[in-house]
């Protein structure tokens, strides 16, 4: 089983910078595609970024440029950090492991996920 626990949520201003963290089970990295996630009130679970085993990424339109997936292994911890937060960021982040052998961007390929933490992003 694999547990997920995310942090570093908040209230940032427009323009700020937020870098949220997931820390996993070990071992955790080794077997798993570590994506990020986030829903906005009333819309679908949107796809934010992932990172692969040998630290290859990939990143949603919405996001790319701005955001930055990372992982330390020694730690078990995941990172997203935010840059250049707009309101339209406002949603819950989460963190999730995906046991597929290849890359995903569809919330329906992960199967472990963590609570989510609230980012918004308002003046």
């Known amino acids: 089983q694999v547990q997920l626990v995310e942090s570093g949520g908040g209230l940032v201003q427009p323009g700020g910078s937020l870098k949220l963290s997931c820390r996993a089970s070990?071992?955790?990295?080794?077997?798993?595609?570590m994506g990020w996630f986030r829903q906005a009130p009333g819309k679908e679970r949107e796809f934010v970024a992932v990172i692969g085993r040998f630290d290859h990424t990939y990143y949603g339109d919405a996001v790319k440029g701005r955001f930055s997936i990372s992982k330390d292994n020694d730690k078990n911890t995941l990172y997203l950090q935010m840059n250049t937060l707009w309101p339209e960021d406002t949603a819950v982040y989460f963190c999730a492991a995906s046991g597929s052998a290849v890359l995903h961007t569809t919330a329906s390929e992960y199967k472990y996920w963590g609570q989510g933490t609230q980012v918004t992003v308002s003046s």
């Open positions: 070990e071992g955790t990295f080794s077997r798993y595609f």
